[in-house]
């Protein structure tokens, strides 16, 4: 069974930084797309940032220049870490994989984890 799990997550005044993590387990073989989407009340999930297997990316227009997302292929994991902090990015932050492989040869389209809070207050 495939399992993503976030941490990271936690309270940080304007202007701070986080680095979130996304370990993925289940005896995986490859993950073509890995990225993180947030949600903030009251609001509709939105993509934040994502990388494929090959190393590219790309990032919401209003995270551009703050957030920086990577990931290490030999670990399963994905991180997104997060500069200049403002309150508009508290949200529930969701790691993503899309077309997952395991050892077992079943594929998985895509899997969500079950989010990790950030807050950004003073």
């Known amino acids: 069974q495939v399992q993503l799990v976030e941490s990271g997550g936690g309270l940080v005044q304007p202007g701070g930084s986080l680095r979130l993590s996304c370990a993925a387990s289940g005896s995986i073989v490859s993950i073509n797309d890995m990225g993180w989407y947030r949600q903030a009340p009251g609001k509709e999930r939105e993509l934040v940032a994502a990388?494929?297997?090959?190393?590219?990316?790309n990032y919401a227009d209003s995270v551009k220049g703050r957030f920086a997302i990577s990931r290490d292929n030999a670990k399963g994991t994905v991180y997104l870490r997060m500069n200049s902090l403002k309150p508009e990015d508290t949200a529930v932050y969701y790691c993503?994989?899309?077309?997952?492989?395991?050892?077992?040869?079943?594929?998985?389209?895509?899997?969500w984890g079950q989010g990790t809070q950030v807050t950004v207050s003073s």
């Open positions: 990388i494929t297997s090959g190393g590219s990316t």
């Open positions: 993503n994989a899309v077309g997952v492989k395991t050892q077992s040869r079943r594929y998985y389209t895509t899997i």
